[in-house]
């Protein structure tokens, strides 16, 4: 990265300052933020040149990224500023001039129970090995639940995490575990470079940033079957669809033998969304899938379609549907009825689930009651908080 513009730091001290998520640099507008989900100007601040956004874009790359810009007209990369934070960037071509999208990526990794994740996800760290998928769209906090569950594992187990991201957000010290993080077209050429290499690194645990093509997909089932714990995320709504992504990669001809691979190796999937919270901020909602059984012979014979009834009826293995968790939410009194159900598919669900939520919250303060002072603070039910997208 070369000097620091002053423009561009002073831009990202105000977003970060602000609490947004994203900065937005395109010619023609002022610099944008996204927060809670909503695109805001920067108030009295000039309309941005070309010049200026060729300028902060060219200060943050090397030699070896401006080249890769100029030649494919979009490059990902990472950068950290000291005492501010780390950022992921798209800087991409146009209308014949370049413009930056940077998602701000906090230093400290924020806990699952910071995050109101489901003790599912407890569960499902703690797998010898398998394949973990954490979906959701984009911008629906998928890095940060990884991250913290990733983190979790470096807090608690003696074991070498190997991460294959494009690009690196999270920065993850060496705790109990041995950390190494590989960003592609910086330490390996691809994904599949990088999967491929595993096998050879020694990892328990693998995180890839995403599963993007059949090479990375075939590469890290093989990785599940084979003793490592893969943690990696997919751009769909929920896990049938996840699960039907990477099936659909394939041939024709070998999607029944990846379905019986995809079956046996699965052991859960996360899909999230993030909804704008009743007084700022944004807060998470999450389906929860546990491969048990029955779940496997769906996927096996290729009915994932019938999975979302195995789900709303597996609340004893931690299992949930998206509308079971949006209907806590509006019990808690932290996403509005109007929030949740615009934002499911089943909004008939959410009003069924409501008073089931209420009644559980209820006992649950009952129970909080009966054991003041015995409690941590952070719990699942009602610590949900604003989640970085």
Do not use: W
């Amino acid at each position: 990265m070369s000097e620091q513009d002053p423009m561009l730091m002073s831009l990202l001290h105000a977003t970060v300052n602000s609490g947004a998520s994203d900065l937005h640099l395109t010619i023609g507008r002022p610099a944008t933020v996204r927060r809670d989900g909503v695109l805001v100007g920067f108030e009295n601040v000039p309309v941005l040149t070309s010049e200026e956004i060729d300028r902060m874009i060219f200060s943050l790359l090397d030699d070896r990224q401006k080249a890769e810009l100029e030649k494919e007209k979009q490059i990902d990369f990472s950068f950290g500023v000291p005492g501010m934070g780390r950022f992921r960037a798209n800087a991409f071509s146009q209308r014949d001039s370049y413009a930056l999208a940077l998602r701000v990526v906090p230093f400290r990794v924020r806990s699952l129970e910071e995050l109101g994740a489901p003790p599912a996800c407890l569960t499902l760290l703690n797998k010898p090995y398998g394949i973990v998928l954490v979906v959701g769209p984009t911008g629906s906090g998928k890095s940060t639940t990884l991250a913290a569950m990733v983190d979790r594992i470096n807090e608690t187990k003696p074991v070498h995490i190997l991460t294959i991201e494009d690009p690196v957000e999270y920065v993850h010290d060496h705790k109990m575990a041995m950390v190494n993080q590989r960003e592609v077209g910086t330490d390996v050429t691809t994904f599949g470079a990088g999967l491929k290499s595993a096998l050879r690194e020694d990892p328990d645990v693998i995180l890839l940033g995403e599963m993007r093509d059949l090479e990375s997909m075939e590469i890290s089932l093989s990785l599940a079957e084979t003793g490592h714990l893969v943690f990696a995320t997919l751009h769909t709504n929920d896990a049938a669809q996840a699960l039907d992504r990477i099936i659909d990669v394939f041939p024709a001809e070998r999607r029944d033998q990846i379905q019986i691979m995809l079956a046996g190796a699965l052991q859960g999937v996360i899909s999230q969304r993030l909804l704008p919270a009743i007084g700022g901020g944004r807060v998470a909602g999450y389906e929860v899938m546990i491969a048990n059984d029955a779940i496997r012979n769906l996927v096996r014979e290729g009915k994932t379609r019938q999975m979302r009834n195995m789900i709303s009826t597996g609340g004893a293995e931690g299992m949930q549907t998206i509308e079971m968790d949006l209907a806590r939410l509006v019990a808690a009194g932290l996403v509005s009825i109007e929030t949740a159900t615009e934002s499911s598919q089943y909004p008939k669900e959410i009003q069924a689930q409501l008073a089931t939520a209420r009644a559980q919250l209820q006992a649950q303060a009952t129970m909080a009651t009966g054991q003041a002072g015995s409690s941590g603070s952070g719990t699942y039910e009602d610590a949900a908080q604003s989640v970085p997208a």
